[in-house]
């Protein structure tokens, strides 16, 4: 749910777009009830837009004339910046085990047992056994010893919860402390072809080559994708190999910049990451005075670290829906001398080419 501050800075940025001529982005944010998240995104990076460049110049959304226009239309004098977001969503064994998690966290908090308790899946974990799977958290959590671990189903598909009583706090209700996979999933590759499919959907946006006049990019909002992940998906997979008795790396041809049909379209790929925000409030208080305002279940969590500690790690929040973002271009190679006119359109807090390795 969006705070009161959250609001407040949306409506602050819809009158600062209108004001630049960009009521259709407000409209479509408006009447959004399917991808709202994806319109947010795009409303953020239209204040980023509005914000750094002159008022003089033209910022178009969805621009007119077009059979299936791009996102923007930004012109810096003879140059036209054309710009397609895209949204990475989580894979999807992530957002069905996310789903999962949901259920049994608002079924168990239905239970008056004042315990906390830890649940762990198998990557086969099918959502037909929640039912079951909820009883059986519940069943146990009644009589179950300190630090007790009981095992759900059989080695196709099980799972594994513990519990424990909360320190210092009393909890009305059965209470999840933690979740996660109960094996070590491999998951290599699936991110790098999922930023693949959704990067070549951005880019039929584009029905024109790039050139000196015509710079077309992709923007993309990423805060759940590794570095690593997006260079292999654009540069190509990156490998390790012996030469000479000394270890090296090199990346195979698989990349979208090696794609003559994709590379022909795009100069470059800006990955967008939401900013974590400073949390003035506070930032002001003492130590002491943060953890009094702790509510229990945050006070039970945290009960391990100090005062100054918990000030420390509740100084910086996850933004909200409206926020800044980090933006970093990685840059098709095929277009380095394009750079310095990217740099006109946008601020940008780093820069990834091909022979870059993201730690």
């Not at 990451?273 to 002491?288: F, G, M, Q, T, Y």
Request: charged share 35%; aromatic share 8%.
């Amino acid at each position: 749910m969006a705070s009161d501050e959250d609001v407040r800075r949306l409506a602050d940025n819809m009158l600062l777009l209108d004001k630049r001529g960009l009521g259709k982005l407000n409209k479509r944010l408006i009447d959004s009830k399917e991808g709202v998240w994806a319109t947010i995104a795009e409303h953020n990076f239209a204040i980023m837009l509005v914000s750094e460049l002159c008022p003089a110049i033209p910022i178009d959304y969805e621009p007119e004339g077009l059979r299936r226009p791009p996102d923007f239309r930004v012109q810096l004098g003879d140059t036209i910046y054309w710009i397609q977001m895209k949204d990475l969503s989580k894979l999807a064994r992530e957002n069905k085990r996310e789903k999962m998690i949901q259920k049994i966290k608002e079924a168990t908090e239905q239970l008056e047992i004042g315990k906390f308790y830890s649940c762990t899946l198998s990557e086969d974990f099918k959502g037909e056994c929640l039912s079951e799977l909820i009883k059986f958290i519940g069943d146990k959590a009644v009589s179950a010893a300190e630090g007790e671990s009981f095992v759900f189903g059989d080695e196709h598909e099980r799972a594994e919860v513990s519990f424990w009583s909360p320190e210092k706090i009393e909890l009305s209700h059965l209470t999840l402390g933690h979740a996660g996979d109960l094996d070590v999933v491999n998951i290599t590759g699936l991110a790098r072809d999922q930023i693949k499919g959704s990067l070549r959907k951005a880019a039929v946006a584009f029905e024109w080559n790039v050139d000196e006049r015509n710079i077309n990019l992709v923007v993309m909002e990423a805060d759940n994708k590794d570095d690593i992940d997006i260079c292999d998906a654009l540069f190509g997979t990156e490998f390790d190999f012996m030469a000479n008795h000394e270890y090296r790396w090199s990346r195979k041809d698989d990349g979208l910049f090696c794609d003559p049909g994709f590379s022909a379209k795009v100069a470059g790929v800006i990955a967008i990451k939401r900013k974590d925000e400073w949390v003035e409030e506070i930032a002001a208080l003492s130590p002491e005075e943060v953890v009094n305002r702790l509510t229990l279940k945050e006070r039970a969590i945290s009960v391990a670290m100090t005062a100054e500690e918990i000030k420390k790690a509740l100084e910086w929040k996850t933004p909200g829906p409206v926020a800044d973002y980090h933006r970093v271009l990685y840059v098709n190679e095929h277009y380095d001398h394009l750079l310095k006119g990217v740099k006109k359109l946008l601020h940008l807090d780093g820069i990834v080419y091909f022979d870059d390795r993201p730690e």
